[in-house]
């Protein structure tokens, strides 16, 4: 009843870990340590509290996420997604309101898992996480206009048009200096990317900045400038003041809802971006309760919110990781920088965090994302506006309630509008057993279908409460066939979120070398397929809306490949 939560790393060592594994665990842990240095601080100071509260968080939720954790190569720490909700909270209530709200948020993780709602995190649409995804992008990019210019000010506004507002009527204090080092260190970044693309792009900007303030002289704001040098060593665990009579409990509660439904969006979008990488699949509710967990210690030891990290786990498993032990590794690595080169550590100027932040808030935007939903329907487009709008400018809490509520009312009223449910039919899978007579006149016989070609059929309305289905298809096959058709005869109409689910299948077909084939194409779907660009990707070539079309076509393409 309970296997389920037991934590990937111990069914890891307990299942003969050698030598060679940990090698590979350690040169991935030790990687993506030094990659988490400077995006720890940052996010911290972006979110309104000292950069050693970033790496307090990296430490101890890093290591805890990765131990407790169901996923295998997840990474944990402060992430971009939280910047705006944090400093949201800090500026109402102050660091011991973020502290309660966060242990409030660890509870109801925990309780997410311990009840199994998990895999309910796949109701979520996509145009809802896209909308508000991008919308901290913008915010994350509009909070560094004052450090990467060096502009004389106080603290910024936190409302969006008075922060732009201020920065128009302060620009003329550009400090120069200032501008020209977080220039080049942006410089350095997109060359990095460019042209040595394995060489991790933020530690060699923050070297390269650091270096030049240092033997340049410049005189640039550091780290140590403004909030002193970092500390070289962990606090002692301390309860957060509950005492908090100018906050009301119901803020609190919400913010803590707002915290746990993030956390737990991101930590199991990036377990899924995870497995999609290396194999294998993670346990969702393992996940939350290891979570929870994580952000309970992080904030006894003064940190800040924590949750699976997409891009350090995405590079996690590009540099080896085999087991969670690369993501304690990662964790350790952290102690001993913090440990031994603090004082070095404190001289990084903020013009090239802020640089490095204005990178990350261009990778978070997912700009052709977010404009490929305007081929949607009008209910997704809605959604997204709402989301990103929302999220700008009122509050992200009000922009995820509302953007929930909008699509459930959205999806209350397709399924109004249609009987039918969705299913996933094995219609035909290689030869492998015989299927019963059907009286559909279109139906399949195992006598038609060659050898190395699958058949699936999707029946009813294909939208965000379904696409979750295909992913799990390749991965529960023993082999990739060489063929796979897909039958869509009987869905009357495609999401967005079933159009990215099926972007992504027809993206892991090609990675497996299999050749997808859409059946059944017509009507509302083809319109669909058509607008969302679904057709020109795919190829017109094999896209049929007969199933005799289809299989010619994957006779012939099997027959090419004997």
């Known amino acids: 009843m309970f296997r389920e939560f037991i934590p990937k790393s111990y069914l890891y060592l307990r299942s003969g870990y050698t030598a060679r594994i940990f090698r590979k665990d350690l040169i991935a842990g030790l990687t993506v340590g030094i990659i988490a240095l400077p995006l720890a601080m940052a996010f911290a100071i972006a979110s309104g509290v000292p950069p050693e509260r970033g790496l307090f968080t990296a430490i101890i939720a890093g290591f805890l996420i990765s131990a407790l954790g169901g996923s295998r190569i997840q990474i944990g720490g402060p ?312 999220t700008i400018f009122v509050d992200i809490t009000v922009a995820v309630t509302l953007g929930m509520i909008l699509a459930s009312f959205s999806f209350m009223k397709r399924m109004s509008l249609l009987s039918k449910t969705v299913r996933l039919n094995t219609v035909f899978r290689d030869s492998q057993e015989e299927f019963p007579e059907r009286t559909d006149p279109d139906a399949i016989s195992n006598k038609t279908v060659p050898l190395g070609v699958e058949v699936y059929e999707i029946e009813g309305p294909f939208f965000f409460g379904a696409a979750d289905m295909l992913k799990d298809i390749l991965n529960n096959l023993e082999r990739p066939p060489k063929v796979y058709i897909l039958r869509m005869r009987y869905v009357p109409f495609i999401d967005a979120s079933g159009m990215h689910a099926l972007n992504e299948f027809y993206l892991n077909c090609a990675k497996g070398n299999t050749t997808l084939i859409l059946s059944g194409i017509q009507g509302q779907t083809k319109k669909d397929l058509d607008r969302y660009g679904m057709s020109e990707l795919v190829g017109k070539s094999y896209i049929f809306a007969h199933i005799d079309d289809a299989l010619a076509k994957a006779k012939e393409l099997v027959s090419v490949d004997v």
């Not at 809802?128 to 994350?140: K, Q, R, S």
């Not at 070297?207 to 002289?217: D, H, M, Q, S």
């Not at 309860?239 to 746990?260: E, G, H, Q, Y």
Request: aromatic share 12%; glycine share 8%.
């Open 79 to 390: 992430t971009g997604a939280f910047v705006v909700i944090i400093y949201d909270i800090i500026q109402r209530s102050g660091y011991d309101g973020l502290a309660v709200s966060t242990l409030l948020a660890a509870v109801f993780l925990i309780l997410f898992g311990l009840f199994r709602l998990g895999s309910w995190i796949k109701y979520v649409p996509y145009p809802l996480v896209t909308g508000f995804t991008t919308a901290i992008a913008v915010i994350i990019f509009s909070t560094q206009i004052k450090d990467f210019f060096g502009l004389s000010m106080g603290v910024p506004p936190a409302n969006f048009i008075d922060k732009w507002v201020v920065y128009a009527s302060v620009f003329s204090t550009i400090h120069f200096p200032t501008f020209f080092l977080g220039a080049g260190t942006f410089a350095v970044i997109l060359l990095v990317r460019r042209f040595i693309p394995k060489l991790p792009w933020a530690i060699a900007a923050i070297v390269f900045g650091t270096l030049l303030a240092y033997l340049l002289n410049l005189p640039v704001e550091t780290i140590q400038t403004k909030f002193g040098q970092i500390p070289n060593e962990l606090p002692v665990p301390l309860f957060p003041s509950f005492d908090l009579p100018d906050v009301k409990l119901s803020m609190l509660f919400m913010d803590a809802m707002t915290i746990a439904f993030l956390a737990s969006i991101e930590s199991l979008l990036s377990a899924v971006v995870g497995d999609g990488m290396m194999g294998g699949r993670h346990k969702a509710d393992c996940e939350l309760v290891g979570l929870g967990i994580a952000n309970c210690a992080s904030i006894l030891f003064g940190g800040i919110p924590a949750t699976g990290a997409i891009a350090r786990t995405a590079t996690n498993v590009k540099t080896g990781a085999q087991t969670p032990m690369a993501g304690m590794i990662h964790a350790l690595t952290l102690f001993l920088i913090m440990l031994f080169f603090a004082p070095l550590v404190s001289q990084i100027p903020l013009t090239c965090l802020a640089a490095i932040l204005i990178m990350v808030s261009w990778n978070m935007s997912e700009a052709g994302h977010f404009i490929s939903l305007f081929k949607t329907s009008v209910g997704d487009i809605a959604i997204l506006l709402t989301a990103f709008l929302l």
